[in-house]
């Protein structure tokens, strides 16, 4: 089982370049999330979706959009990259719709760095 | 403001000893999250519980909703362990997170 697969891994972009992350679960989740993580802060939520064709803001949404493509793929999108979005970007998905409530699973993770 | 606080931040123990790290909240919660990250690697899942104690092999986790706390203990640490431990608390369909405790276990 593949679990939470995030491409790209790495990635570098000189500020105004535009990307999209890519994330995909095959757990049939409802929930998926993006997090950034820089040093010191906890994980800190950018955006999330509850479920297929619903997406809500979290604590860091500046800067980004997402695409709820369909159940299995949620993707994070920098329109114009600024350096103080470098950071590792993490896409997790988890089951809430039922209890016990099933934990979160995460994506290895993507380095972006803007120049 | 952060709504998760851990305790301590960094911590260093011989290959053996019995540890504790701690996790206290501010909100109301429906479930606890621990979580496990290696240094440049993923994040792992622990335990999620919403009330009572888990145990998994050498780890086990306790909750008290009535206290906002929960602890996450290691039995016999061995330089495996070696990671940071991260709580977090779900509000809603929100995760919130607490910066981690950082543990090095010493051979």
């Known amino acids: 089982n593949a679990g939470v697969t995030q491409t790209p891994k790495f990635q570098v972009l000189k500020t105004g370049q535009s990307m999209t992350l890519q994330c995909a679960q095959d757990m049939n989740h409802n929930s998926m999330y993006w997090y950034r993580q820089d040093p010191g802060m906890g994980l800190r939520l950018i955006y999330y979706s509850a479920s297929e064709g619903t997406t809500d803001k979290g604590e860091v949404p500046n800067g980004y959009n997402v695409s709820r493509l369909n159940k299995r793929e949620f993707s994070l999108r920098l329109e114009s990259a600024a350096p103080s979005q470098t950071s590792v970007y993490f896409c997790?998905?988890?089951?809430?719709?039922?209890?016990?409530?099933?934990?979160?699973?995460f994506g290895d993770g993507t380095r972006l760095s803007i120049l | 403001k952060n709504e998760v606080e851990q305790s301590p931040q960094n911590l260093t123990a011989q290959e053996g000893e019995f540890i504790t790290i701690n996790c206290s909240y501010s909100?109301?919660?429906?479930?606890l999250h621990w979580l496990q990250q290696h240094p440049g690697g993923g994040i792992v899942s622990l335990f999620m519980l919403s009330s009572g104690k888990k145990k998994h092999g050498r780890l086990i986790a306790t909750i008290n909703i009535q206290e906002k706390h929960s602890s996450l203990h290691i039995t016999a640490s061995h330089p495996r362990d070696s990671a940071v431990y991260i709580c977090?608390?779900?509000?809603?369909?929100?995760?919130?997170f607490g910066t981690g405790t950082s543990l090095t276990v010493i051979p």
């Open positions: 909100v109301g919660i429906s479930a």
């Open positions: 997790a998905s988890s089951e809430l719709t039922d209890y016990p409530y099933q934990p979160q699973h």
């Open positions: 977090a608390v779900l509000t809603g369909n929100q995760f919130y």
